[in-house]
């Protein structure tokens, strides 16, 4: 019970604090949702994710064992969407967004301020989720739009769409200044640091904003049945990969989290 109330005081409060302060203002002041989404991909997540592969010490075995079970646990919830998408006879374009809701989850806006405040005397733990959203970004570019593109016939978006994806390129940067042990002068890398400081409160902040005019008068079925899927499927199926597999410790921990959040916000922007 200690641990629960810990969790509750620590992180869920924090986090769900953040998120209502976002709404708030978002009703108060009207943000501009595209500057404040743009800031929030395209400069803070890139510069959080260079600064942690920069900083981890992530040993390749455990590397590895992270791609494997996001490789394991994702081709899982593939098969298993496609066949539920088929069981219930959904025609393609409704099929692709069943089926990205239950695969994509929002690691990076919120999956990262989570694992920022949960691992914040775990460095590996907030490392391993940084994978987990480079993983997904993938995902999403490769996996996500290859569904919605094969339902609408525009196929030529899909390369440029994964190659203006930043996160793909602060992983790339952020391995080859860690792997050359390369330094970084400290007028650079203080800005990167505040950078990525900030990241915590505007993603929060933002998803906030996003949820702030959101009017559900009547829930579909079929909208029960997704987020049952992604917010319990996938977690069970990932416990059953992590046991399969012998993960162990904050490695285990991260991944189960990971694989608990919920749907990418990229999957509604596709299907819109």
């Known amino acids: 019970m200690d641990i629960f109330i810990h969790i509750v005081v620590e992180v869920i409060f924090p986090l769900f604090l953040l998120i209502g302060a976002g709404a708030w203002l978002h ?4 943000f501009d949702m595209n500057t404040l989404s743009k ?10 994710g260079f600064v942690n592969v920069y900083e981890s010490n992530m040993k390749s075995g455990v590397l590895f064992s992270v ?10 919830l593939i098969a298993v969407s496609a066949i539920m998408a088929k069981w219930l006879k959904l ?21 990262i301020p989570v694992s ?17 959203t480079i993983f997904q970004n ?8 290859f569904q919605f593109i094969s339902a609408s016939q525009n196929r030529k ?31 650079l890398w203080n800005p990167l640091e505040h950078t990525a400081n900030a990241f915590l409160v505007l993603a929060l902040v933002t998803l906030g904003a996003q949820l702030a005019y959101i009017d559900i008068k009547r829930i579909p079925p079929l909208l029960i049945l997704t987020v049952c899927s992604r917010l319990l499927l996938s977690p069970a199926i990932a416990l059953m990969i992590i046991t399969l597999l012998q ?26």
């Open 91 to 111: 025609d393609r374009r409704l099929g692709a967004t069943f089926q990205n809701t239950i695969v994509l989850n929002n690691s990076g806006n919120f999956g």
């Open 27 to 30: 009703r108060l002041f009207h």
């Open 157 to 187: 978006k899909m390369a440029s769409e994964f190659l203006k994806n930043p996160i793909i390129y602060a992983l790339v940067l952020g391995l080859f200044f860690r792997m050359l042990h390369i330094p970084i002068p400290s007028f």
């Open 138 to 145: 993938f995902l999403t570019n490769t996996y996500g739009m």
């Open 39 to 48: 800031i929030t991909t395209y400069f803070l997540l890139p510069a959080v």
């Open 116 to 132: 920022q405040l949960v691992f914040r005397h775990e460095p590996s733990g907030l490392s391993i989720q940084i994978v987990v």
């Open 67 to 76: 791609l494997f079970f996001l490789i394991l646990q994702n081709g899982t």
């Open 247 to 272: 993960l162990h410790g904050v490695t285990a921990q991260a991944l189960l989290i990971a694989s608990s959040y919920p749907c990418s916000r990229n999957t509604a922007l596709y299907a819109l």
